[in-house]
C-alpha cells in the first residue's frame, strides 16, 4: 500500500471511527485501525465486534493494500501534524508515514487477523435527515437503561410507522418518545432495539449537517450509512417493554415555564438533597402563578425556588421527581420554553417543549413514592 | 448578623477563598466558610489549618455578627443566583438566604468552633507587581517535588535579594528559579520555604490585574496579601537544597528554536514512548540547522521529528530526555522562541525565554541515564 492524502481528511476519519474498537487484549487487532485501498479512496474501518464503523477519505493511491495499526495512536499522532500533504507506506506489517518534519515508523498488525465486518445487502427500509436523527437521538438517549442486566431496554427502540420512525428509551424511571418524518421508506413495517452503545456512537458521528441517513437491516443486524461513513451494529434480541401504555391518556395540570429558570431552579434544589436520594417536590400553585421547587434535607437545610409560569391549567399538584432526571430532559429538549405536566392522581409527570417538535416529543417521568 | 450584598461579589470571594478547606471529617468546621461582619464588609474566611484565605467583600450591615456554613455547598448555591441584592441573616446556627424567587435554610456550625487563622503583626519584608509574582509561580511552582517523603523540596523557595526575590522549585530532577523585581523592601535578608499547595493556590487567587503582593512572615508563618485578599500559610522547615551549584556555569551548546514547533515535536513523540518510561532523545544537528526529537519503542515504533533552529551554536550533542519535563516547562516559559541548551559533557540541559524576561528565568533538567 502507498497512498498520499491531506492531514484534515485523515483526522477526520480516524475521529469517526476512533471510538468503535475493541478495549480486550485478548484480541489486540480490536485495538487497530483497518487501512484499505478502495479505488481512489481510502477506507478506514475499526470494530469492537458489536459495532463496526467505517468511513472513506479522497487520497492518491500509488499501491492498493491494506494494513492495520493501532488506532488510538494513530489518531493521536495525525491530529498533532501540520495541515499538510500526509505519505503513507505499508512496509510488511510496519507503516511508514512522512509528512513535512516528520517520519515515523508505526507496528501493525497483519489485515488478515482483522475481524470481518457484517455485511447488509439488503436495501435500506428508511431515510431520514441526518439532523433530524441526531436530534432525536439527543432527545432520548439519555433515558436509556446503561445496565446489561435488561439488554431490552439498555436500547433504543426503532418502529417505522407509516412515513414516520418512532423512537424511544426507557430505564423504567423515565421514557423519552420522539417521533421522525422520513424523507423516503418506511413503507414496510420494521421493529428492532438497537444497542445503546451504537446509538451514542451514530449520534456522535452523525454530522451537524444535514446528510441524509439510510437505514438497513438484516437478520439481527443494522446498518446506517451517511455521506462517507457506515455504522453497523448487532440488534438486541428481545421483546421491548410495550411502553405506550405508561403514557397518560390525560396530564390534566399543565404549567409553561422557561426552560431556563426551570433547570437553574433544579439545579439550585439539587445541593439540598439528601446524599443517597436526590429528591425535589414540586409543587404547582395556579393562584399564584408559580411552580415551587422545594428540596430538603435534615442535614443540609432547605431551598424553596419558585419559577414563574407564564400559565397553568388544571388543579394545584404536588409530587416528587429525581431532580436529575428533569434536567437531563430540559438539557436536551431543544425549546426555550416547556410544558411541565402532572396527572390528576400525581402518579406521573411529564415533560413537552413548546414550539418546535411540540407533537413529535414526549418526555414521561415516575415520581419517587414515599416509603 | 444580618446584611444584604450582591450575587457578584458573594460569588467572587467565595471562589477566592473555597479551596482551602479541610477534607478532613474528624472536623467538620473545617470544611465550612466563616462569615464574619467587619464594619461595612463581610469578611469569608476559610482554612484547612495549613493555609488560611480570607477575602473581604463590600455588604450594607444591619446586625453584626458571625457564623459558619458548609463552604461548597454555600458557593455552589450562590453561583447559581441570578445577578442581584442577596440578604443574608443568621438565626442561631441557620443561615437563611433569599434573593428574588430563592429561599433557602442552610444549616451551619457556631463560629466559636473555628479555628483562629494566625496573625502576622510584623510589617511586610517586600511588596510585589501580582503580575509578576504571578507569572514567576507559573513558571516555577510545576517543578516542585509534590510527595511530603522530602518535604523541603515539597515547597518553593523563597529568598530576599537586594531588591530582588528569587524563587525556585525543583524536584531534584529539574529545577526552576525564577528571579521578580520588588517594588519596595526586601532590605533585610529573608530565606523561606513555602509549601507547594499554599503557592498553587495563592497563583490561583492572584487575580490578572496587577494589584500589589505585601509579603510578611513570623516565626513559621507567611503571609501575602493583595486588595482584600489575605493568604496565610505555615512554612517548612529544614534546608533548601544548595541548588545554584547544579546550574552549568556553561552551557556549550545552544539552539534557538519555536516553543510551538517544539512543543508539538515532543507531544508527537510522547506517543511513541514507551509506556514505563517517556523517554525522547535530543540530537541538535548545527549543519542541518535543525534539533532532532526522536522516540523509538520496540512495541508501537519510531517517530523522528525536525525541528528548525534560527541559530545553532555550539557543536552537535545528544541526551535524553522525559518529554514532559521539557513540556512542562514550554507551557509555562511565555515566549514564543526559547534557548535549549545542553552542556558539552551532555549531563545537563536547559531552557531559557527568548526575549520577554530572558535573564530572570532558568530551567534547568537533568538527562535519563542509560542503565
Known amino acids: 500500500m502507498k497512498l498520499t492524502c ?16 475493541g478495549k480486550d487484549s485478548t484480541l489486540p487487532v480490536l485495538s487497530n485501525v483497518l487501512l484499505t485501498t478502495d479505488n481512489k479512496r481510502l477506507k478506514l474501518s475499526t470494530t469492537n465486534l458489536e459495532i ?11 499501491k492498493e493494500g491494506k494494513i492495520t495499526v493501532p488506532a488510538q495512536l494513530l489518531s493521536n499522532y495525525i491530529n498533532n501534524l501540520p495541515a499538510e500533504q500526509i505519505n503513507i507506506e505499508a512496509k510488511g506489517t510496519d507503516l511508514k508515514i512522512s509528512s513535512g518534519s516528520y517520519n515515523a515508523n508505526i507496528k501493525g498488525i497483519d489485515s488478515q487477523e482483522f475481524p470481518l465486518i457484517p455485511k447488509i445487502e439488503e436495501k435500506p427500509f428508511a431515510k431520514v435527515s441526518g439532523k433530524d436523527l441526531k436530534t432525536a437521538l439527543s432527545q432520548i438517549i439519555f433515558a436509556s437503561a446503561n445496565d446489561e442486566s435488561r439488554p431490552e431496554i439498555a436500547g433504543v427502540y426503532l418502529k417505522t410507522d407509516k412515513s414516520k420512525i418512532r423512537l424511544a428509551a426507557t430505564d423504567s424511571y423515565r421514557l423519552a418518545e420522539k417521533v421522525v418524518e422520513v424523507t423516503a421508506g418506511a413503507e414496510e413495517e420494521v421493529e428492532m432495539i438497537v444497542p445503546i452503545s451504537a446509538m451514542l456512537e451514530l449520534n456522535r458521528i452523525l454530522s451537524e ?15 446506517f450509512s451517511f455521506g462517507d461513513v457506515e455504522l453497523v451494529s448487532r440488534l438486541v434480541e428481545g421483546q421491548y417493554p410495550e411502553y405506550q401504555r405508561i403514557i397518560p391518556k390525560e396530564l390534566e395540570t399543565k404549567a409553561q415555564v422557561s426552560n431556563k429558570e ?22 404547582t400553585k395556579a393562584s399564584q402563578g408559580v411552580v415551587e421547587i422545594i428540596a430538603e434535607s435534615g442535614e443540609v437545610g432547605k431551598n424553596v425556588t419558585k419559577v414563574k409560569a407564564e400559565k397553568i391549567e388544571g388543579g394545584d399538584r404536588e409530587i416528587s421527581f429525581n431532580p436529575q432526571y428533569l434536567l437531563d430532559c430540559l438539557l436536551n429538549i431543544g425549546t426555550d420554553k416547556v410544558s411541565l405536566m402532572i396527572t390528576a392522581d400525581e402518579k406521573v409527570g411529564a415533560l413537552k417543549p413548546i414550539g418546535a417538535g411540540e407533537q413529535d416529543y414526549v418526555y414521561i417521568i415516575m415520581p419517587i413514592v414515599k416509603k
Open 52 to 62: 463496526g464503523t467505517s468511513c472513506l477519505i479522497g487520497a492518491k493511491v500509488e
Open 6 to 21: 491531506t492531514q484534515e481528511n485523515l483526522s477526520k476519519g480516524l475521529t469517526v471511527v476512533g471510538k468503535s474498537i
Open 262 to 283: 426551570l433547570s437553574t431552579a433544579l439545579r439550585t434544589s439539587s445541593f439540598f438533597s439528601q446524599k443517597d436520594v436526590a429528591e425535589v417536590v414540586v409543587k
Open 209 to 223: 449537517q444535514d446528510e441524509a441517513v439510510e437505514i438497513a437491516s438484516s437478520d439481527n443486524q443494522v446498518r
